[in-house]
């Protein structure tokens, strides 16, 4: 079965499903444009009640000198190949160098990366485990980066929630992967405490999400129903800031590290009192890019000098028209989306050794090494 292209999105599809789904392209519009036009209409009032707060100023007021920091972007993906017989579970990582400026050396010529390919029985806690895994290798290179400035994809809240998801339930996926996570633990947390500190002077670590339901800063002007990056994306203008203020941690009741004991436990709860000391910034580096939130230490966001690094450096990744993330996140995140298009390829050569190195009948291997979902 060919793929559909996209010049023809809805080749598979029932024509009946298809004009169905078209007909109702202008309410969607109507309700879109409804929203936006509220955020446009408190425009002025919004930028006075964020100025009244003392959050809204322009990003000239604290980067003062141009020391053209170095950066890199952090991201990690997981594929699972469920088969017939068993799955194969492949988690990757890569760490990707910023745009520098002529005058300063490359650290890393190429990307750097961290990747693990098992073969295990079927488990409904693979994927928590195998995401919990990759979020260990994510840390891992974000730790080790010798950048100025180190970007990591996603929320600094996201690996506390991916690694208690799995380790509540570590004793039910298979033994490889429980054995793997656990015995990564020590050193993850260690280096978690460090990226939430980020006590280092020569060192500033950030998460930046992409997604976000966040709403501390609407609840305050009035608009709830209005997430914050979207209301600040039309409100604030180019080289404008808001923040920082307080983290408010959205902690569930499972954030205790339940899989781990003694020192190990102690040290999770440390990194989720950690936590609730992180500040947020929003910062809209240039008029054609959306605003960003931003992710950091009290240690980075209440230094001046640490501040300015942090911005210089946005400011140097998101100088592409073209790419609505800083430059290394655009690339780290279009390196590791491939990781789904490499397992079924491993999948394959797999087979392939499978089968040229058994006597017994090669039908019984392709079968079992099937995937059972329908192949394009």
């Known amino acids: 079965m060919e793929p559909a292209s996209s010049e023809s999105p809805f080749q598979d599809l029932p024509e009946g499903l298809v004009e169905e789904m078209l007909s109702q392209y202008k309410s969607l519009g109507q309700k879109l444009s409804d929203a936006m036009e509220e955020v446009r209409g408190s425009r002025n009032k919004i930028r006075e009640s964020l100025k009244s707060h003392k959050l809204l100023k322009d990003d000239a007021t604290i980067i003062r000198s141009h020391i053209h920091p170095t950066s890199c972007g952090v991201d990690g993906s997981y594929a699972i190949e469920r088969l017939l017989s068993t799955d194969i579970a492949a988690m ?4 990707v160098e910023g745009l520098t400026p002529p005058s300063e050396n490359r650290y890393r010529p190429r990307p750097d990366h961290l990747s693990k390919v098992f073969t ?4 409904e806690t693979t994927s928590l485990v195998v995401r919990a895994i990759m979020i260990t290798m994510e840390l891992e290179l974000a730790a080790k980066s010798p950048h100025d400035v180190v970007l990591l994809d996603g929320s600094l809240s996201t690996p506390a929630i991916h690694l208690n998801q799995a380790l509540s339930r570590v004793n039910e996926a298979p033994s490889e992967l429980s054995e793997l ?9 260690q280096t978690y405490g460090e990226i939430l ?6 060192k500033i670590y950030a998460g930046l999400p992409k997604y976000t339901s966040r709403n501390e800063l609407s ?10 990056r979207a209301v600040l994306s039309q409100v604030m203008k180019g080289g404008e800031i808001v923040g920082p203020f307080e983290y408010r941690l959205q902690q569930t009741p499972d954030w205790n590290f339940s899989g781990l004991t003694g020192e190990l436990k102690d040290k999770g709860l440390e990194v989720i009192s950690q936590l609730r000391a992180l500040s947020v910034i929003y910062y809209r580096p240039a008029e054609h890019f959306p605003t960003i939130r931003i992710e950091v230490s009290p240690g980075v966001s209440s230094n ?3 501040l300015s690094i942090l911005l210089e450096s946005l400011q140097l990744q998101c100088a592409a028209a073209s790419i609505m993330e800083p430059y290394p996140l655009y690339m780290a995140d279009r390196m590791v989306k491939h990781l789904s298009t490499a397992v079924p390829v491993i999948r394959r050569a797999t087979t392939q050794e499978m089968a040229s190195k058994t006597t017994d009948d090669v039908g019984d291997i392709f079968l079992a090494m099937h ?3 329908t192949e394009s």
């Open 120 to 123: 295990v029985p079927h488990n």
């Open 181 to 189: 996570l656990v015995s990564r633990m020590g050193a993850t947390l």
């Open 92 to 95: 990757a990582a890569v760490a």
């Open 371 to 373: 995937g059972y979902r």
């Open 197 to 202: 500190a980020s006590k280092r002077s020569d």
């Open 219 to 228: 609840n305050i002007i009035g608009l709830s129903r209005h997430e914050d």
């Open 304 to 306: 001046p000098s640490r």
